[in-house]
DNA sequence: CTTTGTGAATTCGTTCACAGCA
DNA sequence: TGCTGTGAACGAATTCACAAAG
């Protein structure tokens, strides 16, 4: 079976964020090396990702900025759009999804759980929030493919089964607590202080990493 | 030169996570295979990862949880804990900051930075905010390796260029803005509509990608 | 000339296979 | 037996090198 690896993917989807900002300050064309500058990724590397999306450019004017970004678009992004829930709409929850900018993308916020019954039925910001007692129900027929986890550490492994069970596939886990989850179920951590850590260690020993920027 | 790659300082800062939680289960020994279980990677890579750090298991019992632990927090942390600033201290990232776990790390915020002036001179959870006037004097003065940032996306960019030119080597990227920075600073950026494409990349696409798990 | 697209070479990361040990 | 630690083999990811194009 035809694999693609994971890495190039995030490239793209770094390119395209970019290429989008390019076309809003009105740049056209784009070269292989410019993309390097922009994202550190060398011209070389950029050049092999985007045979991943057949868009080919031209010699002398290099890539056409919008006509690129369309067709990496074609080949990340769903065209319908994956239902996302949120599982915890405190504090920390609604903070996260205020702070995205969810237009233009082919993502949206579905519907939110929360275990406290008085922030049911509140529209917050255009998605409807139920009780945790229904996320069976409501997952399944809404089809909600995506939840982000941004519940008390508490619940957190509760509430990642609970999803896993009504059909979710992939978590984006805001909490800090480890998931065990079924190995198909696709999890993306953000504990922060793991990443600070990762930060240290690497600003402290940037002299042992080889360098990633091209020629 | 020797160098190491960056997975592997990854995973071994999850383990030492693991392994604090095996701890306060009051779980003494483990074996990699347990390890694989917890974390999704395979036990032969578990094992490579921890000849990194020196400590070795008994065939018999496995590893001792708390010398483990201790072995890796040897090889990853800083004695000291670098000093770490913030710049903007408004919802996002004062929802951040209270949100993480910071006893028992090496780290420690020492300061945020705000553009607003009624923001200065509170001590909001122990640090003391300035004004973003002050960035290049205090980070200097407190020898600040390592910045948050979580201010407006209009002054991402302006703001980390001030903070390298202060002296700091590393950055957590809270804004949307792709940040454009000498290519020695190490930047980590946390865009949450990236993240979400990915896993929803990743999440249709299962089927194309190799199973990490191990036997 | 400069830049793209890509086969070939190389480097890097992971897994295999097994010796050595409790 | 069942595990660890590790050289060797393998596979994946990146870089090199260059033909083709404007």
Redesign the interface.
């Known amino acids: 079976?035809?694999?693609?690896?994971?890495k190039p993917?995030?490239r793209l989807?770094?390119y395209k964020?970019?290429l989008n900002?390019l076309k809003y300050d009105g740049v056209e064309y784009v070269f292989s090396h410019v993309l390097s500058?922009?994202?550190?990724f060398s011209a070389n590397q950029i050049r092999r990702d985007l045979m991943l999306v057949g868009y080919t450019g031209t010699p002398s004017y290099g890539y056409e900025v919008a006509e690129l970004e369309e067709s990496i678009s074609k080949f990340?992004?769903?065209p319908d759009g994956?239902a996302?829930a949120i599982v915890g709409v405190g504090?920390?929850g609604c903070?996260?999804l205020n702070?995205?900018?969810?237009s233009g993308?082919?993502?949206r916020i579905l519907v939110g759980f929360d275990i406290d019954k008085k922030k049911v039925g509140k529209s917050n910001e255009g998605y409807e929030i139920f009780h945790i007692s229904q996320i069976e129900k409501i997952v399944k027929k809404e089809k909600i493919?995506?939840g982000v986890l941004a519940c008390p550490d508490d619940n957190a492994q509760e509430m990642a089964e609970r999803l896993v069970s009504a059909g979710v596939?992939?978590?984006?886990n805001?909490t800090?607590i480890?998931l065990?989850l079924p190995?198909?179920i696709?999890v993306?951590d953000?504990?922060?202080?793991?990443?600070?850590?990762?930060?240290?260690?690497?600003?402290?020993?940037?002299?042992?990493?080889?360098?990633?920027?091209s020629t």
């Open positions: 079976m035809e694999t693609i690896s994971k993917i995030q989807i770094l964020k970019i900002q500058k922009l994202t550190g990340i992004d769903d994956l996302i504090k920390l903070t996260l702070h995205c900018n969810w993308h082919n993502l493919y995506l596939q992939g978590i984006l805001y800090k480890n065990i190995e198909d696709y993306e953000t504990d922060i202080m793991l990443t600070m850590k990762k930060i240290s260690f690497f600003t402290r020993h940037k002299d042992i990493f080889k360098k990633k920027k």
